[in-house]
C-alpha cells in the first residue's frame, strides 16, 4: 500500500508578503511616510523578476512571436511594438467609452464614511471583515438552533470594539427575535450565510427590509452610485475643465489610435498585431490583496487586427498560446484555469472572452485574473473612426476577386479584434505565489522555486573556502557565466559565510543553480552543482556549466 502524499498547508499570504520585503523583492510606496494606499515599489530583486517577465512577454510575443508558431491561416505570426503616451488628448477616453462608463457602484458607510465597491462586497464581508469571522465563530452551525445567550454576550462585549453599528450590537434582543423567527421557524428553508448576516445588520425589519452592512462598522450601506476610476490632472498652466487630461486606464487605447500611422508607415498586412507594455492606473476603490489591485500597475497588451471571416479562429489561436505561455514560466498544473465567459458576462460588442486565472493564496479556492483575451469586433476601431472623423479602415489586398492579371481586386474593412490583456504586476504576484515553498526541514525553510527564466538571480558560484586557489577557479567561473547570461540575471558569487547559509540565501531568492569550488576541482575539473529544488548535489565538468544554465534558460515552446 503507498501512502498517500501529504496535502502541502495553504500557503500564507503574510508569510509571502513577510519574505517580499525581508529579501527586497516588494515594497510598500512611501513606506517611511506612512505608505500609501494602492501604490507598491519593486525592490531589488524584485525590479529584476519582474524585468524578466516583461521581457519573456517581449521577447515571445514582438521579437520571436508565438515561439515561431503558426496562426490559424498557416501565417507565421506577425508583431510589431509601439511605445504611446499615458496622457492621450482625452477626446480618446470618450470614444473608447471610459470618460461616461469606467466608473464602479460604490456604496458608502454611513456610519463611518467607509466607501465599499457595490460588486465585491460579499467578497470582502467573507475574507476580510473582523467582525463577520469574529461572529461566525459564535454562530456555528450557522442554520442550527441560534444561542441566543451567547450572541448577545458577544454583542455587549467583542461586538462593541468590532462593529459598533451593527443592528445586533445597537439592539441584540429586537434584532435576535427577528432571526429566530426566521432560523427557527422554517426548518425546509434555512436562511443562507448572506440572508443571516442581513437579519444581523437589520435593525427595523418590518419598516426596512433587509439591508447589506458595512464590512468595517456593520451599519447599513447606503445605494449605489458611480464612482469614476480615471486619475485626473491638468495638462498646461491653466488648471479648468478645458485642460483636463487623464492618467490612461489602459495601454490598449494608445494602440488604437496609432493604428493608422502603423499601417501607413510600416509594411504590415492583415492579420498582424501591435503590442505595448506600460503603466497604467485605475483609482480602485478598494485596492488590496497586495499588488493585485493596485492603483498603479503595469500592462502587457496585444491588439490582433484580422477579417472578420478569420476572428474567431484566430481568439481560440490567442487563448490557448497566451495560456501555453504562462505554464511555460511554471504557473502549472491545477493553479491556473481558462475561464471561458458566459453570455451574460460579455461586453456588448464581444463575441466572446476567457479569463487565464490562477488561484492566489487570498483567492483559494476560488481564482483571480491574470489576462483576459477578448474578442471586441470592431468596436474600438469603429469609435475612433466616428469620434475623430478620420478613416480607420484598412485595404486587403489578399482579399476580393482574382483578376485576370493573377492579382486580387482588394477589399477594404474595418478589422476586427483580438486582445490578450495580460498584468505584468499580477503575473509577478502569480509567480511569487507559485515559487514560495516552506520546507522546515531544510536549513532555508523558505525558499523561492522560480523558473530559470524568470529567476532573478540566474546562478552563484562559491568557493567552499576562501584560499587554497579556490578563490581563483570560481572567480573565472563567475566571468564566464557573466558574459554569457548577465544580460538576463545576476550571477552572483560569494565567499563569505559557511557554504549552508550561502545555498540558504540563494534559496531565499530563489536562483536555481548553486556551483561550489572544492578541493576536487582543483584535482578534477569538476564542480558541485547544488539543486534549489531537492537540495541534491552532483558534480559536474567545469566546462559543461555554461551550456547547462544555458539549456535552462533558452526560450520555451
Ligand atoms: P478586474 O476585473 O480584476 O478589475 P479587469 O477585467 O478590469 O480586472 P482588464 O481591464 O481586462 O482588467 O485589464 C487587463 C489586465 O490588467 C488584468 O487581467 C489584470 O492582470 C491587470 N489589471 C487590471 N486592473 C488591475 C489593477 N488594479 N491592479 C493590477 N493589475 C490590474
Redesign the pocket.
Known amino acids: 500500500m503507498t501512502t498517500p502524499a501529504p496535502t502541502p498547508a495553504p500557503k500564507s499570504m503574510d508569510d509571502i508578503m513577510a519574505l517580499c520585503k525581508r529579501r527586497g523583492f516588494v515594497y510598500q510606496a512611501s513606506e517611511i511616510y506612512g505608505g500609501i494606499n494602492g501604490f507598491w515599489d519593486y525592490g531589488p530583486l524584485g525590479t529584476l523578476l519582474k524585468k524578466n517577465l516583461r521581457d519573456a512577454w517581449w521577447n515571445d510575443v514582438v521579437m520571436f512571436p508565438c515561439w515561431g508558431r503558426k496562426g490559424p491561416t498557416d501565417e507565421r505570426v506577425s508583431i510589431v511594438p509601439v511605445d504611446t503616451c499615458i496622457i492621450q488628448n482625452p477626446r480618446v477616453w470618450v470614444a473608447s467609452g471610459h470618460a461616461a462608463g469606467f466608473a464602479d457602484p460604490m456604496r458608502k458607510c454611513p456610519g463611518c464614511g467607509h466607501f465599499v465597491r457595490a460588486d465585491h462586497l460579499w467578497d470582502i464581508l467573507a475574507t476580510q471583515s473582523e467582525w463577520l469571522s469574529s461572529l461566525l465563530q459564535e454562530f456555528t452551525p450557522i442554520t442550527g438552533e441560534i444561542d441566543t445567550p451567547r450572541l448577545i454576550k458577544w454583542a455587549r462585549g467583542r461586538g462593541k470594539r468590532v462593529a459598533p453599528h451593527l443592528a445586533l450590537v445597537k439592539q441584540p434582543e429586537v434584532v435576535l427575535s427577528f432571526l429566530a423567527t426566521r432560523v427557527n421557524g422554517q426548518p425546509d428553508a434555512p436562511p443562507d450565510l448572506q440572508e443571516i448576516v442581513r437579519y444581523i445588520a437589520t435593525a427595523q425589519l418590518h419598516a426596512t427590509g433587509l439591508q447589506d452592512p458595512c464590512p468595517r462598522c456593520g451599519a447599513p450601506l447606503g445605494k449605489p452610485s458611480a464612482f469614476k476610476l480615471m486619475f485626473e490632472s491638468w495638462a498646461g498652466v491653466v488648471q479648468d475643465d478645458d485642460h483636463r487630461v487623464y492618467l490612461r486606464p ?1 495601454t490598449a487605447q494608445g494602440i488604437f489610435v496609432q493604428f493608422k500611422n502603423v499601417v501607413d508607415t510600416t509594411r504590415v498586412r492583415a492579420p498582424f498585431g501591435i503590442a505595448q507594455t506600460g503603466k497604467s492606473f ?1 483609482n ?1 476603490v478598494t485596492p488590496r490583496n497586495f ?5 498603479e ?1 503595469e ?1 502587457m497588451e496585444i491588439e490582433f487586427f484580422c477579417h472578420e471571416s478569420e476572428a474567431m479562429a484566430w481568439y481560440a489561436f490567442w487563448r490557448d498560446w497566451r495560456m501555453e505561455w504562462w505554464k511555460s514560466l511554471g504557473l502549472a498544473g491545477d493553479n491556473l484555469i481558462l475561464r471561458e465567459h458566459e453570455k451574460d458576462e460579455l461586453a456588448h460588442y464581444s463575441k466572446a472572452t476567457s479569463d487565464i486565472e490562477y488561484c492566489f493564496p487570498f483567492t483559494s479556492p476560488g481564482f483571480g ?4 483575451v477578448a474578442y471586441r469586433g470592431n468596436f474600438d476601431l469603429t469609435q475612433h473612426q466616428q469620434h475623430s472623423g478620420v478613416k480607420l479602415d484598412y485595404f486587403d489586398t489578399d482579399r476580393g476577386e482574382l483578376l485576370p492579371n493573377g492579382s486580387r481586386k482588394g477589399e477594404r474593412y474595418i478589422p476586427h479584434v483580438i486582445e490578450p ?3 505584468l ?2 503575473g509577478v504576484l502569480a509567480l511569487l505565489c507559485e515559487a514560495y515553498t516552506k520546507d522546515d526541514s531544510r536549513p532555508s525553510p523558505e525558499f523561492m522555486k522560480f523558473h530559470p527564466r524568470v529567476a532573478p538571480i540566474k546562478a552563484a558560484v562559491f568557493p567552499l573556502v576562501n584560499k587554497d586557489g579556490m578563490p581563483e577557479v570560481a572567480d573565472r567561473l563567475h566571468a564566464d557565466l557573466s558574459r554569457a547570461f548577465g544580460r538576463q540575471g545576476l550571477i552572483e558569487t560569494d565567499a563569505k559565510q559557511s557554504i549552508g547559509k550561502r545555498y540558504a540565501r540563494m534559496d531565499e531568492a530563489g536562483c536555481p543553480f548553486c556551483f561550489t569550488i572544492d578541493g576536487e576541482t582543483l584535482k578534477d575539473q569538476t564542480v558541485t552543482l547544488r539543486d534549489r529544488d531537492t537540495g541534491a548535489q552532483q558534480r559536474v565538468g567545469i566546462d559543461k556549466v555554461v551550456g547547462l544554465v544555458g539549456d535552462a534558460l533558452s526560450t520555451s515552446g
Open positions: 489602459e485605475r480602485e499588488t493585485f489591485r493596485s492603483r500597475f500592462q485574473e491574470l489576462e483576459g490583456s495580460a498584468g504586476d499580477r
